[in-house]
């Protein structure tokens, strides 16, 4: 593939995209998911990587001329996985639950692999890695030996829905169902089956580790549940009382099975299934650390007006009632929202709620959801704990 001249800067600045407006001609006629070698105006070799239709038309792999095999996979997932031994959270007695893949972050991009304990859970978000997942998979195997015993490829959701591969979720090693794994020493039930995404929202670790550190002795409201995880965390900090929203009942099953799971027969926590707006209108307990973690409200950059006034209501709504000297988390997972948008509309709202808010701490994903230095749109989860007076 050829590029248009003067269009090979971003490139040399190894940004892991070719936008389709960037090509000039390509030789033959790649099928979608096929391995493309990126070439200058000049013919000078620039890159390697898989070809899409839509406007990234190849996302590299390599800004090296090496072969994509089942070498150069398990290279990728070596690094990777040297990497989360180096943050402590591979190999950790302690904790099972991590990302091992994400993305751009990890020079592989358009691949997501989480572990579960024994089990990967792999998530192609484009053709060419699910046209490689079996090599992948492979590699994976032979990086992590005896410590990974099942596979399960989750990628109905996530290829592009023109390509039509009609792809089905299975199993490509193993078949667990052992699916309850561990993080910080805490034990979670994992639906890598039918959950949301691969099963659980491994980015929020450290938040919900600070979440343990603000609860002793408070009400706490955990908004947006889901698995839980928050309210876990708080009633092991100390809380005197937890209790967990999420509009799905499956959540709501879920959170409370968690609950028992770590502490049988607390009667600190309870769960509701309702409307995040309708609850916070509603409700009557005096919360004094509440954690809001919605779902993407902008999931393209078109929604993102719409977006920010989502944010704005909800965090007015909620501060509105919170009593003096009150914890608030808030964060956005939407990658079209910036940091300093997210931050206004958190403003808006402190305004609009009439109360006075220091910034205590701004949150962001943690370390294995790394960030790759010439990628900055990696950048997606954002939060913000605000003291409220
Ligand atoms: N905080 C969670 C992840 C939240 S994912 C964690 O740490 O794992 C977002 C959740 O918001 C989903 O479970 C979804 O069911 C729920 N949700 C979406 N819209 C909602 C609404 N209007 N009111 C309440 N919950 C909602």
Same mark, same amino acid.
């Given at each position: 593939?050829?590029?248009?001249?003067?269009?090979?800067?971003?490139?040399?600045?190894?940004?892991?995209?070719?936008?389709?407006?960037?090509?000039?001609? /390509?030789?033959?006629?790649?099928?979608?998911?096929?391995? %493309? &070698? *990126? $070439?200058?105006? +000049?013919? =000078?070799? #620039?890159? /390697?990587?898989?070809?899409?239709?839509?406007?990234?038309? %190849? &996302? *590299? $792999?390599?800004? +090296?001329? =090496?072969? #994509?095999?089942?070498?150069?996979?398990?290279?990728?997932?070596?690094?990777?996985?040297? $990497?989360?031994?180096?943050?402590?959270?591979?190999?950790?007695?302690?904790?099972?639950?991590?990302?091992?893949?994400?993305?751009?972050?990890?020079?592989?991009?358009?691949?997501?692999?989480?572990?579960?304990?024994?089990?990967?859970?792999?998530?192609?978000?484009?053709?060419?890695?699910?046209?490689?997942?079996?090599?992948?998979?492979?590699?994976?195997?032979?990086?992590?030996?005896?410590?990974?015993?099942?596979?399960?490829?989750?990628?109905?959701?996530?290829?592009?829905?023109?390509?039509?591969?009609?792809?089905?979720?299975?199993?490509?090693?193993?078949?667990?169902?052992?699916?309850?794994?561990?993080?910080?020493?805490?034990?979670?039930?994992?639906?890598?089956?039918?959950?949301?995404?691969?099963?659980?929202?491994?980015?929020?670790?450290?938040?919900?580790?600070?979440?343990?550190?603000?609860?002793?002795?408070?009400?706490?409201?955990?908004?947006?549940?889901?698995?839980?995880?928050?309210?876990?965390?708080?009633?092991?900090?100390?809380?005197?009382?937890?209790?967990?929203?999420?509009?799905?009942?499956?959540?709501?099953?879920?959170?409370?099975?968690?609950?028992?799971?770590?502490?049988?027969?607390?009667?600190?926590?309870?769960?509701?299934?309702?409307?995040?707006?309708?609850?916070?209108?509603?409700?009557?307990?005096?919360?004094?650390?509440?954690?809001?973690?919605?779902?993407?409200?902008?999931?393209?950059?078109?929604?993102?007006?719409?977006?920010?006034?989502?944010?704005?209501?909800?965090?007015?709504?909620?501060?509105?009632?919170?009593?003096?000297?009150?914890?608030?988390?808030?964060?956005?997972?939407?990658?079209?929202?910036?940091?300093?948008?997210?931050?206004?509309?958190?403003?808006?709202?402190?305004?609009?709620?009439?109360?006075?808010?220091?910034?205590?701490?701004?949150?962001?994903?943690?370390?294995?959801?790394?960030?790759?230095?010439?990628?900055?749109?990696?950048?997606?989860?954002?939060?913000?704990?605000?003291?409220?007076?």
């Amino acid at each position: 593939m050829y590029l248009n001249k003067g269009k090979d800067e971003s490139l040399r600045r190894f940004h892991p995209w070719v936008f389709s407006g960037a090509v000039n001609h /390509v030789d033959g006629k790649p099928a979608e998911g096929d391995l %493309v &070698r *990126v $070439l200058t105006h +000049d013919g =000078e070799f #620039i890159a /390697v990587g898989h070809w899409q239709i839509g406007s990234i038309a %190849v &996302r *590299v $792999l390599s800004f +090296d001329d =090496e072969p #994509i095999d089942q070498d150069f996979w398990a290279t990728r997932l070596s690094t990777a996985y040297q $990497l989360r031994k180096a943050i402590g959270v591979a190999e950790n007695p302690d904790n099972s639950t991590y990302r091992l893949v994400h993305g751009e972050g990890d020079n592989l991009p358009g691949l997501v692999i989480d572990i579960y304990g024994q089990t990967a859970v792999m998530q192609a978000h484009s053709v060419g890695m699910h046209v490689s997942r079996m090599s992948i998979a492979q590699a994976l195997k032979q990086v992590m030996g005896e410590r990974l015993q099942s596979i399960y490829y989750k990628s109905e959701t996530t290829l592009p829905f023109k390509a039509e591969l009609g792809q089905e979720n299975g199993f490509l090693l193993g078949s667990s169902s052992d699916n309850v794994a561990m993080e910080n020493g805490l034990k979670f039930h994992i639906d890598w089956l039918k959950g949301q995404k691969t099963g659980f929202f491994v980015d929020q670790r450290d938040n919900r580790s600070l979440v343990e550190k603000y609860a002793k002795g408070r009400n706490v409201l955990n908004m947006f549940c889901y698995t839980g995880g928050f309210s876990v965390y708080a009633m092991r900090g100390g809380a005197q009382l937890v209790h967990s929203v999420d509009s799905s009942q499956k959540a709501v099953d879920l959170v409370n099975a968690n609950v028992e799971l770590n502490f049988p027969g607390d009667l600190r926590h309870k769960a509701f299934a309702d409307d995040a707006f309708k609850y916070l209108e509603q409700m009557e307990t005096a919360y004094d650390l509440v954690i809001l973690d919605p779902p993407a409200f902008a999931k393209h950059r078109d929604a993102v007006r719409h977006a920010i006034k989502g944010y704005t209501k909800l965090n007015a709504r909620a501060m509105e009632k919170m009593p003096k000297g009150s914890i608030l988390f808030t964060f956005s997972c939407s990658q079209a929202i910036s940091k300093e948008q997210f931050r206004m509309a958190v403003f808006t709202a402190a305004t609009l709620a009439h109360r006075k808010v220091s910034i205590l701490h701004q949150l962001h994903q943690p370390a294995d959801h790394p960030i790759n230095i010439y990628h900055p749109e990696g950048e997606y989860l954002k939060g913000l704990v605000l003291y409220v007076e």
